[in-house]
T-cell receptor, first 115, second 112 residues
């Protein structure tokens, strides 16, 4: 596809359930990023992938959060035992190389609501 | 803690005026700077990138960078109601790395 895509666009779940969010980066982009944006807040960095490796997981809020990337392409962000505080828009971005100065292109986001 | 600061606004300007958006950053080693526009309920989209001191112009948009004073600004000339959005400043958090730090954004309202 031409841009970054994310599914689902909206996810409503109950507290305690697990969720999986998917990101398809721009074809050929080696770097992939996950961010979280709470209402009225800036973007909170979660994790960065270079190829299939995640050299920086420092932004993951707790061990309930995990992510993987396969084939240097699709990435999945998993949240276990969701809490109401996990409600936010989860944004995925990709860039060509991941190097300094590289532009990050964002997907449309997944709006997660935990009831 | 490396930070990127923006006035949250809203910044209200009349149609046709110049809108000036400012951003300051704490890391003197930062080399890459970006302005993203985010419409309500949408994802951020890149407006401008700037890497060297001075001005960079693209259509109605001008980015200004002053590394000595650690600020980057975005000027929007002939502001239009369609420019009403939140503008996010992003700064490379560590020189030579991918890690960008985003400000919380300035909400711009262009009044018709």
């Amino acid at each position: 596809g031409a841009g970054v895509s994310q599914t689902p666009s909206n996810k409503v779940t109950e507290k305690g359930k697990d969720v999986e969010l998917r990101c398809d980066p721009i074809s050929g982009h080696t770097a992939l990023y996950w961010y979280r944006q709470s209402l009225g807040q800036g973007l909170e960095f979660l994790i960065y992938f270079q190829g299939n490796s995640a050299p920086d997981k420092s932004g993951l809020p707790s061990d309930r959060f995990s992510a993987e990337r396969t084939g240097g392409s699709v990435s999945t962000l998993k949240i276990q035992r969701t809490e109401r505080g996990d409600s936010a828009v989860y944004l995925c971005a990709s860039s060509l190389t991941g190097l300094d100065g590289d532009t990050q292109y964002f997907g449309p986001g997944t709006r997660l609501t935990v009831l | 803690q490396k930070e990127v600061e923006q006035n949250s606004g809203p910044l209200s300007v009349p149609e046709g005026a110049i809108a000036s958006l400012n951003c300051t950053y704490s890391d003197r080693g930062s080399q890459s700077f970006f302005w993203y526009r985010q419409y309500s309920g949408k994802s951020p989209e890149l407006i401008m990138s700037i890497y060297s001191n001075g001005d960079k112009e693209d259509g109605r948009f001008t980015a200004q960078l002053n590394k000595a004073s650690q600020y980057v600004s975005l000027l929007i000339r002939d502001s239009q109601p369609s420019d009403s959005a939140t503008y996010l400043c992003a700064v490379n958090g560590e020189s030579g790395t991918y890690k960008y730090i985003f400000g919380t954004g300035t909400r711009l309202k262009v009044l018709a």
